[in-house]
């Protein structure tokens, strides 16, 4: 099944319409343009979890990262190493 289309009117600024006819033929110019608003919408949702999420880690929650993760995942490697060479 396809993907349906709505048609939708809305404002941009003059100089911004200019550079898109310019640069983007007539007949993909709402892909374009589709394709830009669909990766704003994403970064927007990213930046709102990110903002949500913020402050959710608590280090004395992980006190086995207390060193850095990278020396706690050579710990583990090192306690399992002998169990995955036999």
């Known amino acids: 099944?396809?993907?349906?289309?709505?048609?939708?009117?809305?404002?941009?600024?003059?100089?911004?319409?200019?550079?898109?006819?310019?640069?983007?033929?007539?007949?993909?110019?709402?892909r374009v343009v589709a394709e830009s608003l669909r990766m704003e919408l994403r970064r927007m949702k990213l930046?709102?979890?990110?903002?949500?999420?913020?402050?959710a880690w608590k280090h004395e929650k992980h006190p086995e990262l207390k060193k850095g993760s990278r020396a706690f995942i050579r710990a583990i490697r090192k306690s399992t190493r002998s169990t995955r060479t036999k």
């Open 1 to 30: 099944m396809g993907v349906s289309f709505k048609q939708a009117n809305f404002l941009l600024p003059e100089d911004l319409l200019n550079e898109l006819r310019k640069s983007v033929p007539k007949g993909q110019q709402s």
């Open 47 to 55: 930046e709102r979890a990110l903002q949500s999420s913020f402050g």
